[in-house]
């Protein structure tokens, strides 16, 4: 096989991989357009008799989106904050510093990335009880804000982008008189920008879909996450769930997302060519 077919081979296989990507999403936002009967029609009408974009406005009607959605602004816009200050501080440390056992905590840290959530729900939510947290901002923002959960990767990967930084760097800010907290913002954390790009990716991510964490954590709808207020959207017709609603609230709440890959993308593609060329 000549270098030649070989390309067109990985482009055909590349194309088909995207459409089958693709092709749920572009469904997904096709259905938000559909009356309830022409949902699962065979075979599949893509194209509706008649484009409802009442769907959307009715959304509102029948769920408290709004309130859904301003609670997970408010978290997610909160995680990240804190995150970015404890996983930066926290890389930098295990890549940069030297104090005693730090091989053995890292290994202890990575060793958290193997345990899965659901083994700790329980626990997690006897502690928020205790401290009265149950059904509210704190109990959903404070135990992600300082790394409870998914905090691990975060470090690892932000400790990666330090590691990539000449150690000479730090040692001519410290021969200009600059403090440790003045190298850490003013030096090191603008080299890894990219890194920092994946990081605020994934974890706005993580966050905004986030659905396992608040489900432990709240029972109040006014308090709810659009993760629950989408698990619990169901229609009193016929008992059936309205899955053209239930589209058009999906596509709502996945427009962040999209926004925000396509604002860091280019930053985000340069941490994984630097990764690639570092491995």
């Not at 005693?100 to 990335?113: A, E, H, S, V, Y």
């Not at 964490?213 to 229609?235: C, E, Q, R, W």
């Not at 058009?248 to 593609?269: E, G, H, N, R, S």
């Amino acid at each position: 096989m000549n270098n030649k077919t070989s390309k067109i081979l990985v482009y055909i296989i590349l194309i088909i991989g995207a459409i089958l990507t693709v092709l749920p999403l572009l469904w997904m936002v096709v259905t938000s357009f559909k009356n309830i009967d022409e949902v699962f029609t065979i075979p599949i009408q893509w194209i509706p008799k008649e484009f409802k974009f009442s769907n959307y406005s009715e959304v509102f009607a029948v769920m408290d989106f709004a309130q859904y959605y301003l609670n997970t602004v408010i978290v997610t816009i909160a995680r990240i904050c804190g995150l970015f200050l404890t996983a930066t501080m926290a890389g930098y440390a295990f890549a940069k510093l030297r104090f005693p056992g730090r091989n053995f905590l890292f290994m202890l840290l990575l060793i958290t990335l193997m345990v899965p959530i659901h083994t700790i729900m329980y626990p997690a939510y006897q502690v928020i009880s205790e401290l009265g947290m149950i059904n509210s901002y704190q109990g959903l923002i404070i135990p992600q804000m300082l790394g409870a959960f998914g905090g691990a990767f975060s470090i690892f990967l932000i400790k990666q982008g330090f590691e990539s930084i000449p150690n000479e760097l730090m040692e001519a800010t410290k021969v200009d008189g600059a403090g440790i907290f003045r190298t850490f913002f003013q030096v090191m954390l603008p080299q890894i920008k990219p890194v920092l790009a994946s990081f605020f990716i994934f974890s706005f991510n993580a966050s905004w879909n986030d659905y396992i964490y608040p489900l432990i954590v709240v029972n109040d709808d006014n308090m709810k996450t659009l993760s629950l207020g989408l698990a619990g959207f169901t229609s009193m017709r016929e008992g059936l769930t309205n899955y053209p609603l239930m589209m058009a609230a999906a596509v709502m709440t996945l427009l962040p997302v999209i926004i925000l890959f396509i604002a860091a993308q280019k930053y985000f593609i340069e941490s994984a060519v630097a990764s690639g060329l570092k491995g």
